[in-house]
């Protein structure tokens, strides 16, 4: 305890600015506080080191985020903690390969306390954000991530925390494995994986690091984004957050679209959370979307660097037209298709099986779209994420694929026919599946290729259906 609190009995709350005696137990009860001589505010004769800092983070935004969003630094904190620097010099002398590189670790001010004071942690949940599992998994499973600010300010909420990490034996890797942990990266021999993919650019480049001793807290950095109109993004979120779906306000939902990453997340979850609860307005909100963005902003959803925003659009794009066929016509008439499919292919599983399950519900009332989706490289990415959900159990995405192929082959069944290696599959795998959900949807494609697209008396009488939308996910 002393090298944390020096010789000092009393220590001062940073939530409530009281001093209090120090508890026997403080390591539980303080785990998510900070002790006052593990971070300070710089003074000063620190203000080159303040400029540095601002600098290094400001010149990471830029290189790649939009310009149109302005980072504001708020305050930078010290962190001065004998403990995690002993285990990071610890670290260099066992982990083979010692150098270190500075990067950014995107999270809250509660978290980035608690970073200072214990350390970083590995995380319990493979989701993003526990809080919010909608936002999809994290990429590698596991791990503690970092990047350079664009890419960390998708993560947490207005802090980041500047960190020396050691690498180690990295793996470098261009599409995501969402099951991972430090168990199975020490198993292949790796500490560190390097994630770049050619197609998206350096924007997304991130390094996913799964043994807490290679990291060490720098600062404490808290930044807000200003809009184009330079009112901090906070004050439209706020408002969105306070809105009802019975009675939205479009206006407001509009200006966030086109506004910050974080202003067209709240809105794009907004809409998403009211196509999960199945409210009325739900589809007339997509509709209003679609109606009142050009049609060139609508698609560069499609193709805005923040992950998270593409899962959320994919996601309110599935929720909502779930309920409205109409709407599923309008969605592809206003949609780029070759975007859609681009996004099917995305190296992250968490985008890729989403936009599976938008051209899913599309498939199930625009005829004319099955035709496209019969060629080999679009086949075998549904392949590949069937397989993977059955790796992993996950049946909604199982689910999503079976009903999406089953769709196809109600009108495109000579082909589907003569796709053995699926039809095997499926057979081997899933047509005894013990759930009855998973039977019905692999029986239901070979029905489409048997019956040729043609329901005969029986099957309608004992309700069956040709066409199925994909199911409704979180």
Same mark, same amino acid.
């Given at each position: 305890?002393?090298?944390?609190?020096?010789?000092?009995?009393?220590?001062?709350?940073?939530?409530?600015?009281?001093?209090?005696?120090?508890?026997?137990?403080?390591?539980?009860?303080?785990?998510?506080?900070?002790?006052?001589?593990?971070?300070?505010?710089?003074?000063?004769?620190?203000?080159?080191?303040?400029?540095?800092?601002?600098?290094?983070?400001?010149?990471?935004?830029?290189?790649?985020?939009?310009?149109?969003?302005?980072?504001?630094?708020?305050?930078?904190?010290?962190?001065?903690?004998?403990?995690?620097?002993?285990?990071?010099?610890?670290?260099?002398?066992?982990?083979?390969?010692?150098?270190?590189?500075?990067?950014?670790?995107?999270?809250?001010?509660?978290? !980035?306390?608690?970073?200072?004071?214990?350390?970083?942690?590995?995380?319990?949940?493979?989701?993003?954000?526990?809080?919010?599992?909608?936002?999809?998994?994290?990429?590698?499973?596991?791990?503690?991530?970092?990047?350079?600010?664009?890419?960390?300010?998708?993560?947490?909420?207005?802090? *980041?925390?500047?960190?020396?990490?050691?690498?180690?034996?990295?793996?470098?890797?261009?599409?995501?494995?969402?099951?991972?942990?430090?168990?199975?990266?020490?198993?292949?021999?790796?500490?560190?994986?390097?994630?770049?993919?050619?197609?998206?650019?350096?924007?997304?480049?991130?390094?996913?690091?799964?043994?807490?001793?290679?990291?060490?807290?720098?600062?404490?950095?808290?930044?807000?984004?200003?809009?184009?109109?330079?009112?901090?993004?906070?004050?439209?979120?706020?408002?969105?957050?306070?809105?009802?779906?019975?009675?939205?306000?479009?206006?407001?939902?509009?200006?966030?679209?086109?506004?910050?990453?974080?202003?067209?997340?709240?809105?794009?979850?907004?809409?998403?959370?009211?196509?999960?609860?199945?409210?009325?307005?739900?589809?007339?909100?997509?509709?209003?979307?679609?109606?009142?963005?050009?049609?060139?902003?609508?698609? !560069?959803?499609?193709?805005?660097?923040?992950?998270?925003?593409?899962?959320?659009?994919?996601?309110?794009?599935?929720?909502?037209?779930?309920?409205?066929?109409?709407?599923?016509?309008?969605?592809?008439?206003?949609?780029?298709?070759?975007?859609?499919?681009?996004? *099917?292919?995305?190296?992250?599983?968490?985008?890729?099986?989403?936009?599976?399950?938008?051209?899913?519900?599309?498939?199930?009332?625009?005829?004319?779209?099955?035709?496209?989706?019969?060629?080999?490289?679009?086949?075998?990415?549904?392949?590949?994420?069937?397989?993977?959900?059955?790796?992993?159990?996950?049946?909604?995405?199982?689910?999503?694929?079976?009903?999406?192929?089953?769709?196809?082959?109600?009108?495109?069944?000579?082909?589907?026919?003569?796709?053995?290696?699926?039809?095997?599959?499926?057979?081997?795998?899933?047509?005894?599946?013990?759930?009855?959900?998973?039977?019905?949807?692999?029986?239901?494609?070979?029905?489409?290729?048997?019956?040729?697209?043609?329901?005969?008396?029986?099957?309608?009488?004992?309700?069956?259906?040709?066409?199925?939308?994909?199911?409704?996910?979180?």
């Amino acid at each position: 305890m002393s090298e944390l609190i020096g010789t000092q009995q009393r220590i001062t709350c940073p939530e409530c600015r009281e001093s209090h005696p120090v508890p026997a137990n403080w390591t539980t009860d303080w785990f998510d506080r900070v002790l006052d001589d593990i971070t300070s505010d710089l003074k000063t004769n620190e203000n080159d080191i303040n400029q540095k800092i601002i600098k290094f983070v400001q010149e990471s935004y830029y290189r790649f985020g939009p310009q149109s969003d302005r980072l504001h630094i708020k305050s930078v904190e010290l962190v001065s903690n004998v403990r995690l620097k002993e285990a990071l010099e610890k670290c260099k002398s066992t982990i083979g390969k010692p150098e270190v590189v500075t990067l950014l670790h995107g999270t809250t001010r509660k978290a !980035a306390l608690a970073i200072s004071g214990q350390g970083f942690r590995i995380p319990t949940s493979f989701d993003r954000d526990p809080t919010n599992p909608n936002e999809g998994e994290l990429k590698f499973g596991k791990a503690i991530y970092f990047a350079e600010a664009k890419k960390a300010t998708e993560y947490g909420k207005n802090t *980041l925390v500047l960190t020396d990490c050691i690498l180690g034996s990295v793996q470098e890797k261009d599409e995501s494995e969402l099951k991972l942990t430090p168990e199975i990266m020490q198993r292949r021999g790796y500490n560190t994986i390097h994630y770049s993919n050619s197609e998206e650019g350096f924007v997304n480049q991130e390094w996913a690091i799964y043994k807490t001793e290679q990291c060490y807290p720098l600062c404490i950095i808290e930044y807000e984004f200003l809009d184009p109109s330079s009112a901090s993004e906070q004050e439209l979120v706020e408002k969105i957050n306070k809105m009802n779906h019975i009675n939205p306000d479009w206006n407001i939902l509009h200006k966030a679209l086109i506004g910050t990453d974080n202003q067209c997340k709240e809105a794009l979850r907004f809409i998403g959370d009211a196509g999960s609860k199945g409210t009325a307005q739900a589809s007339r909100l997509m509709y209003l979307l679609l109606q009142n963005l050009t049609k060139e902003q609508v698609n !560069a959803l499609f193709k805005r660097p923040n992950e998270t925003i593409r899962i959320l659009f994919l996601r309110a794009l599935w929720q909502t037209g779930r309920r409205d066929h109409n709407l599923q016509s309008y969605i592809h008439n206003t949609l780029d298709w070759s975007l859609l499919c681009e996004s *099917l292919h995305s190296s992250y599983a968490d985008v890729s099986w989403r936009a599976c399950g938008v051209i899913t519900n599309i498939a199930a009332i625009v005829a004319n779209v099955r035709p496209l989706l019969v060629s080999s490289d679009l086949l075998n990415q549904l392949m590949s994420l069937l397989k993977r959900a059955v790796q992993f159990t996950d049946k909604i995405c199982i689910l999503t694929v079976l009903n999406l192929l089953a769709n196809i082959a109600v009108t495109e069944h000579s082909i589907m026919k003569q796709k053995k290696d699926i039809l095997d599959y499926i057979n081997g795998h899933l047509l005894d599946h013990h759930d009855e959900e998973i039977q019905e949807a692999g029986n239901r494609l070979f029905c489409n290729i048997i019956g040729k697209g043609t329901i005969s008396p029986d099957w309608q009488r004992k309700g069956y259906v040709s066409t199925m939308m994909a199911p409704t996910i979180q």
